[in-house]
């Protein structure tokens, strides 16, 4: 078991690279070259900045059992389909379950967008965030680590 990140815009990274360490796990973080991130323990992979790069590079990556971090719907349900798991960077977990529902609110919310509608900005991270974030990657790492 691994965690993989989606590193460019995630704001859980201590937190990840925290439980990576204190149940030995390695931890790999992909960003585009757009960005630098520094890291003791984790090591960083950069990729082209072009049109899901990342994303792609992160759903090839991915394992059995592996842990992905991510906000991209796409992402996690690429994963879930390789049998890795998925979690948000605010600690919201993607299952086999709830995956169909995001990807039809995500592709509604794309839809009235572009037909000039609005919809909601996303919350401001909170500390509720950070709790649930390292209560439920923890939980996932505990429950598959077997």
């Known amino acids: 078991m691994r965690i993989i990140v ?3 815009a995630c704001p859980g990274r ?7 360490k204190e ?3 390695e931890v790999i ?4 070259i757009n960005h ?21 590079a992160i759903a090839n990556e991915a394992r059995v059992n592996d842990i992905v971090v991510t906000q991209d ?6 994963v879930l389909g390789k049998k890795a798991h998925a979690i948000g960077p605010k600690g919201f977990v993607y299952t086999n379950e709830n995956i169909d529902k995001l990807l039809f609110e995500r592709h ?12 909601s900005n996303p ?9 649930r974030l390292h209560k439920n990657l923890e939980k996932l790492i505990v429950c598959n680590k077997k």
């Open 6 to 8: 989606d590193a460019d």
């Open 14 to 20: 201590q937190i990840i690279e925290d439980l990576g």
């Open 23 to 25: 149940y030995g796990l």
């Open 29 to 32: 973080m992909y960003c585009d």
């Open 36 to 56: 630098a991130l520094f890291s003791d323990y984790s090591s960083i992979r950069y990729m082209d900045s072009g049109f899901q790069s990342v994303d792609m």
């Open 73 to 78: 719907f796409g992402v996690a349900a690429m």
């Open 108 to 119: 509604i919310a794309q839809k009235i967008r572009r037909s000039g509608g609005k919809t």
């Open 123 to 131: 919350k401001k991270r909170t500390r509720e965030d950070d709790e």
